[in-house]
Protein backbone atom coordinates (compact mmCIF):
# COMPACT_ATOMS: atom_id res chain seq x y z
CA UNK A 1 0.00 0.00 0.00
CA UNK A 2 1.38 3.38 -0.55
CA UNK A 3 -0.93 5.09 2.02
CA UNK A 4 -1.95 8.87 1.65
CA UNK A 5 0.08 10.49 -1.29
CA UNK A 6 -0.09 14.19 -2.05
CA UNK A 7 0.92 15.91 -5.12
CA UNK A 8 2.68 18.26 -5.94
CA UNK A 9 5.31 18.28 -3.29
CA UNK A 10 6.25 22.35 -3.97
CA UNK A 11 4.26 25.13 -5.45
CA UNK A 12 4.98 28.53 -5.85
CA UNK A 13 1.72 30.62 -6.95
CA UNK A 14 1.29 34.27 -7.30
CA UNK A 15 -1.71 36.08 -5.66
CA UNK A 16 -4.90 35.16 -7.18
CA UNK A 17 -3.96 32.59 -9.11
CA UNK A 18 -6.07 29.17 -8.49
CA UNK A 19 -4.75 25.48 -8.07
CA UNK A 20 -5.62 22.23 -6.40
CA UNK A 21 -3.91 20.00 -4.36
CA UNK A 22 -4.55 16.16 -4.32
CA UNK A 23 -4.72 13.77 -1.83
CA UNK A 24 -5.24 10.16 -2.75
CA UNK A 25 -5.38 7.24 -0.23
CA UNK A 26 -5.56 3.63 -1.03
CA UNK A 27 -6.71 2.09 2.85
CA UNK A 28 -10.17 2.22 1.76
CA UNK A 29 -10.65 5.23 4.92
CA UNK A 30 -13.80 6.54 4.89
CA UNK A 31 -12.74 9.64 6.95
CA UNK A 32 -10.07 12.05 4.63
CA UNK A 33 -8.77 15.95 6.15
CA UNK A 34 -6.64 18.68 4.91
CA UNK A 35 -4.61 20.20 7.80
CA UNK A 36 -2.55 23.55 7.09
CA UNK A 37 0.84 24.03 9.66
CA UNK A 38 2.30 26.99 10.51
CA UNK A 39 5.28 27.66 12.81
CA UNK A 40 4.01 27.20 16.31
CA UNK A 41 0.40 26.56 15.55
CA UNK A 42 0.33 22.99 15.02
CA UNK A 43 -1.92 21.67 12.54
CA UNK A 44 -4.78 22.88 12.07
CA UNK A 45 -8.07 21.54 10.24
CA UNK A 46 -9.11 23.09 7.09
CA UNK A 47 -11.77 20.50 5.84
CA UNK A 48 -12.93 17.26 6.43
CA UNK A 49 -15.14 14.27 4.66
CA UNK A 50 -16.49 11.45 6.61
CA UNK A 51 -17.30 9.86 3.41
CA UNK A 52 -17.39 10.11 -0.64
CA UNK A 53 -20.18 13.03 -1.29
CA UNK A 54 -20.19 14.12 2.23
CA UNK A 55 -17.49 17.14 3.27
CA UNK A 56 -17.46 19.47 6.18
CA UNK A 57 -15.61 22.69 7.62
CA UNK A 58 -13.10 22.44 10.01
CA UNK A 59 -11.39 25.11 11.90
CA UNK A 60 -9.80 27.28 9.31
CA UNK A 61 -11.69 26.67 5.82
CA UNK A 62 -11.87 30.43 4.60
CA UNK A 63 -9.90 30.50 1.45
CA UNK A 64 -10.53 26.27 0.29
CA UNK A 65 -12.75 24.09 -1.15
CA UNK A 66 -13.04 20.62 -1.52
CA UNK A 67 -15.61 17.99 -2.85
CA UNK A 68 -15.10 14.03 -2.16
CA UNK A 69 -16.11 12.47 -5.35
CA UNK A 70 -14.64 9.19 -4.45
CA UNK A 71 -13.42 6.88 -0.97
CA UNK A 72 -9.93 7.33 -2.78
CA UNK A 73 -9.54 10.96 -3.82
CA UNK A 74 -9.83 14.61 -1.89
CA UNK A 75 -8.74 17.24 -3.50
CA UNK A 76 -8.51 21.02 -1.81
CA UNK A 77 -8.86 23.75 -4.28
CA UNK A 78 -7.67 27.00 -3.18
CA UNK A 79 -9.90 29.73 -5.86
CA UNK A 80 -7.40 32.96 -5.32
CA UNK A 81 -4.15 32.48 -3.60
CA UNK A 82 -3.49 34.68 -0.69
CA UNK A 83 0.09 35.30 0.74
CA UNK A 84 -1.69 34.21 3.89
CA UNK A 85 -2.16 30.73 2.87
CA UNK A 86 1.60 30.08 2.56
CA UNK A 87 2.10 27.42 5.01
CA UNK A 88 2.38 23.17 4.65
CA UNK A 89 -0.61 21.29 3.86
CA UNK A 90 -1.17 17.56 5.01
CA UNK A 91 -3.48 15.47 4.15
CA UNK A 92 -4.54 12.48 6.36
CA UNK A 93 -6.77 10.16 6.64
CA UNK A 94 -8.18 7.27 8.97
CA UNK A 95 -10.61 4.32 8.71
CA UNK A 96 -13.91 5.90 10.02
CA UNK A 97 -15.32 9.15 11.98
CA UNK A 98 -15.10 7.11 15.20
CA UNK A 99 -12.89 8.88 17.66
CA UNK A 100 -10.38 5.77 18.12
CA UNK A 101 -9.07 5.55 14.55
CA UNK A 102 -5.55 6.33 13.96
CA UNK A 103 -4.93 8.98 11.67
CA UNK A 104 -2.26 8.73 8.85
CA UNK A 105 -0.68 11.83 7.36
CA UNK A 106 0.74 12.36 3.42
CA UNK A 107 4.24 13.81 3.04
CA UNK A 108 2.42 17.04 2.84
CA UNK A 109 2.44 20.24 0.11
CA UNK A 110 4.85 23.04 0.55
CA UNK A 111 3.06 25.91 -0.74
CA UNK A 112 4.45 29.82 -1.57
CA UNK A 113 2.03 32.30 -2.59
CA UNK A 114 3.81 35.60 -3.43
CA UNK B 1 -15.32 22.25 20.77
CA UNK B 2 -11.60 20.48 21.74
CA UNK B 3 -8.88 22.62 23.05
CA UNK B 4 -5.57 21.04 23.58
CA UNK B 5 -2.83 23.00 25.65
CA UNK B 6 0.70 21.65 25.18
CA UNK B 7 4.02 22.34 27.52
CA UNK B 8 6.49 23.15 27.15
CA UNK B 9 7.08 24.45 23.61
CA UNK B 10 10.45 23.67 23.52
CA UNK B 11 12.80 21.11 25.85
CA UNK B 12 16.22 20.65 25.26
CA UNK B 13 17.88 17.44 27.69
CA UNK B 14 20.99 16.23 27.15
CA UNK B 15 21.55 12.35 25.70
CA UNK B 16 20.62 9.82 28.47
CA UNK B 17 18.37 11.90 30.47
CA UNK B 18 14.42 11.89 29.88
CA UNK B 19 11.97 14.14 28.70
CA UNK B 20 8.38 14.63 29.86
CA UNK B 21 6.09 16.67 27.22
CA UNK B 22 2.46 17.27 29.25
CA UNK B 23 -0.85 18.02 27.74
CA UNK B 24 -4.16 19.01 28.68
CA UNK B 25 -7.68 18.96 27.07
CA UNK B 26 -11.41 20.57 27.25
CA UNK B 27 -13.90 17.94 26.35
CA UNK B 28 -14.45 15.21 28.79
CA UNK B 29 -15.58 13.16 25.99
CA UNK B 30 -12.38 12.85 24.32
CA UNK B 31 -11.46 9.09 24.11
CA UNK B 32 -8.64 9.12 21.98
CA UNK B 33 -4.66 10.49 22.64
CA UNK B 34 -2.41 10.30 20.11
CA UNK B 35 1.23 11.39 19.70
CA UNK B 36 3.33 12.37 16.73
CA UNK B 37 6.85 13.07 15.97
CA UNK B 38 7.49 15.09 13.20
CA UNK B 39 11.27 15.69 12.04
CA UNK B 40 12.28 18.49 9.50
CA UNK B 41 10.92 18.31 6.22
CA UNK B 42 8.76 15.34 6.76
CA UNK B 43 5.39 13.96 7.82
CA UNK B 44 4.02 13.75 11.73
CA UNK B 45 3.99 9.90 12.34
CA UNK B 46 2.26 8.50 15.17
CA UNK B 47 4.52 6.95 18.01
CA UNK B 48 2.25 5.94 20.43
CA UNK B 49 -1.36 6.89 21.60
CA UNK B 50 -3.87 5.93 24.63
CA UNK B 51 -7.31 5.45 24.98
CA UNK B 52 -9.87 6.15 27.65
CA UNK B 53 -10.03 2.67 29.48
CA UNK B 54 -6.17 2.67 29.77
CA UNK B 55 -3.97 4.33 32.40
CA UNK B 56 -0.52 4.50 30.94
CA UNK B 57 0.77 2.68 27.67
CA UNK B 58 4.86 1.74 27.13
CA UNK B 59 6.49 0.63 24.10
CA UNK B 60 10.40 0.79 24.86
CA UNK B 61 11.47 4.17 25.43
CA UNK B 62 8.61 5.94 25.00
CA UNK B 63 5.60 6.03 27.36
CA UNK B 64 2.17 7.75 27.41
CA UNK B 65 0.50 8.28 30.74
CA UNK B 66 -3.33 9.19 30.61
CA UNK B 67 -5.16 11.05 33.91
CA UNK B 68 -9.04 11.48 32.70
CA UNK B 69 -10.13 13.09 36.03
CA UNK B 70 -7.48 16.23 35.36
CA UNK B 71 -8.00 15.73 31.75
CA UNK B 72 -4.41 15.42 30.89
CA UNK B 73 -2.11 13.26 29.18
CA UNK B 74 1.64 12.97 28.97
CA UNK B 75 4.73 11.76 27.15
CA UNK B 76 7.81 10.36 28.56
CA UNK B 77 10.76 9.27 26.66
CA UNK B 78 13.91 7.71 28.69
CA UNK B 79 16.93 7.25 27.76
CA UNK B 80 17.19 9.98 25.37
CA UNK B 81 19.42 9.37 21.76
CA UNK B 82 19.94 12.58 19.06
CA UNK B 83 17.22 10.79 16.85
CA UNK B 84 15.09 11.60 19.43
CA UNK B 85 15.01 15.22 18.42
CA UNK B 86 12.17 16.45 16.18
CA UNK B 87 8.66 18.07 17.21
CA UNK B 88 6.13 16.32 19.51
CA UNK B 89 2.52 17.04 19.29
CA UNK B 90 0.09 15.96 21.18
CA UNK B 91 -3.63 15.15 20.02
CA UNK B 92 -7.23 14.16 21.29
CA UNK B 93 -10.46 13.42 19.29
CA UNK B 94 -13.61 15.24 19.99
CA UNK B 95 -16.95 13.57 19.97
CA UNK B 96 -17.06 13.59 16.14
CA UNK B 97 -13.98 12.20 15.37
CA UNK B 98 -11.73 14.91 14.46
CA UNK B 99 -8.19 15.57 15.87
CA UNK B 100 -7.61 18.94 17.57
CA UNK B 101 -3.62 18.91 18.13
CA UNK B 102 -1.68 20.81 20.38
CA UNK B 103 0.80 23.22 19.35
CA UNK B 104 3.98 21.23 19.20
CA UNK B 105 6.74 20.82 21.35
CA UNK B 106 10.76 20.94 19.28
CA UNK B 107 12.71 18.47 21.56
CA UNK B 108 16.32 19.07 21.37
CA UNK B 109 19.13 16.10 22.54
CA UNK B 110 22.59 17.50 22.82
CA UNK B 111 25.14 14.69 23.24
Known amino acids: NAGVTQTPKFQVLKTGQSMTLQCAQDMNHEYMSWYRQDPGMGLRLIHY???????DQGEVPNGYNVSRSTTEDFPLRLLSAAPSQTSVYFC?????????????FGPGTRLTVL | GENVEQHPSTLSVQEGDSAVIKCTYSDSASNYFPWYKQELGKRPQLIID?????GEKKDQRIAVTLNKTAKHFSLHITETQPEDSAVYFCAATDSWGKFQFGAGTQVVVTP
Open chain 2, 50 to 54: IRSNV
Open chain 1, 49 to 55: SVGAGIT
Open chain 1, 92 to 104: ASKRSSRGTDTQY
